[in-house]
């Protein structure tokens, strides 16, 4: 390896450690979190929209759609809305479930929410694509101005704008923003990582038309 290469190596090694320092003992990840929150008083609504994240192998909701399921359950419990909406497809479980199906599953198993209250969107797997079949096929049954829709803290402009966009004005509202209180060096990591992907999200969703920025 000639000197040169050792060079430049060596100063990259040290750019990537700076980048990590700085994430790890700068209050950066919650600089860029916070504008990304929307959390809009809930009011009236006819149904609780809750959007998926992933699941774990075993079919339970992974940690994010858990407390995006919590604080839709929190909602229908104090009688925000009658009917819980899950939207989220495209991954499969070991039994065959898709990601709307498993919460749907953990709120009848885990929540006690009776059948009859819950509706399992399984069409989708984009935040965007979710929204525009949610309307299409739910579009008679419900006033989805009248909707109240809950995503992780981190994940709600982009809802918003992507709702606007489409002419609907229901409230967003956020789970808890837990990523924004790190414990350990690895879970601010983690955080940032979701903060970036979620600006990421937000340029391409504009780029496409799907949302305006201003």
Not at 129 to 151: E, L
Not at 176 to 194: D, G, N, T, V
Request: hydrophobic letters at 45%.
């Amino acid at each position: 390896m000639t000197k040169a290469k050792t060079s430049w190596i060596t100063r990259l090694s040290i750019l990537a450690w700076l980048g990590v320092a700085v994430i790890l003992f700068t209050p950066l990840t919650e600089i860029l979190y916070k504008p990304l929150i929307v959390d809009e008083p809930p009011g009236q609504g006819e149904v609780i929209v809750v959007f998926s994240s992933g699941f774990f192998p075993d079919d339970l909701p992974d940690f994010a759609t858990s407390v995006r399921l919590r604080r839709g359950v929190e909602l229908y419990r104090k009688g925000v809305a009658p009917k819980i909406l899950c939207l989220g497809g495209g991954w499969f479980s070991k039994e065959g479930l898709t990601l709307s199906q498993a919460m749907a599953q953990e709120l009848r198993n885990h929540y006690y929410i009776p059948a009859e209250d819950i509706i399992a969107l399984s069409e989708t797997d984009h935040t965007y694509d979710d929204i525009t079949s949610m309307v299409a096929k739910f579009g008679d049954q419900f006033n989805f101005n009248n909707a109240v829709y809950v995503s992780s803290a981190y994940h709600t402009f982009r809802i918003k704008k992507i709702l606007l966009k489409k002419g609907i004005t229901g409230p967003v509202v956020a789970a808890a923003a837990y990523e924004l209180y790190p414990r350990k060096a690895i879970e601010r990591i983690y955080s940032f990582r979701k903060v970036s992907r979620e600006y990421a999200a937000i340029i391409y969703s504009w780029l496409f038309g799907w949302l305006d920025l201003i």
